[in-house]
Structures are given as structure tokens and as C-alpha cells.
């Protein structure tokens, strides 16, 4: 899941870890990768359903940078990576 922006955050030094949760009571599921290059104090959190076909479907996108107390929202991986390219560096 999230493959470009994972392949971002390899090739500019970044390290990271991730963590599938599948809450019981909500149909979504949540992907959640902290990133960073020293601590891993950065975040972005991805919702996603499956459709009835089966193909998976992101709902939105959460990035915490630093700590942050509001998350940016993002509708798709391109306006993400976009984002983590003028704010990354």
C-alpha cells in the first residue's frame, strides 16, 4: 500500500515503521506508518475499506508531521507526495 511514497521516503534517507489495525466496531481499516530520520516522530495514517469486488479503496489520508495537534487531510497518494516533496528536505 502507498508504494510511491514509501519508495520517496527510502531513496531521501528516511526510516520507518508500520502497523495494520482493523478496529472491530468500524467497517474501515487503518494503515499507520511513523517515519523519520533520526525518531520516528512523524505519522501518516491511511483509512481504507474494500469494495464488493474486493479491490481495496482509501478513504483518506492523515500526516502528522512533528507532533503536530491537527492532521493534514489528503484525498489521494499524489497530493501527499507533493506535500512530503516541499516539506521534506
Given at each position: 500500500m502507498l508504494r510511491k511514497t514509501k519508495?520517496?521516503?527510502k531513496a531521501n534517507g528516511f526510516h520507518?515503521?508500520?502497523?495494520?489495525?482493523?478496529?472491530l466496531v468500524a467497517p474501515e481499516n487503518y494503515?499507520?506508518?511513523?517515519?523519520?530520520?533520526?525518531?520516528?516522530?512523524?505519522?501518516?495514517?491511511?483509512?481504507?475499506?474494500?469494495?464488493?469486488?474486493?479491490r481495496m479503496k482509501v478513504?483518506?489520508?492523515?500526516?502528522?508531521?512533528?507532533?503536530?495537534?491537527?492532521p493534514r487531510v489528503f484525498a489521494n497518494e499524489a497530493q501527499l507526495l507533493s506535500y512530503l516533496k516541499k516539506h521534506l528536505k
Open positions: 519508495n520517496f521516503l520507518y515503521k508500520k502497523k495494520y489495525l482493523s478496529p494503515y499507520v506508518l511513523k517515519f523519520g530520520k533520526n525518531h520516528l516522530n512523524n505519522r501518516y495514517i491511511v483509512q481504507y475499506s474494500y469494495t464488493w469486488t474486493g478513504t483518506q489520508i492523515d500526516l502528522r508531521l512533528h507532533g503536530q495537534k491537527r
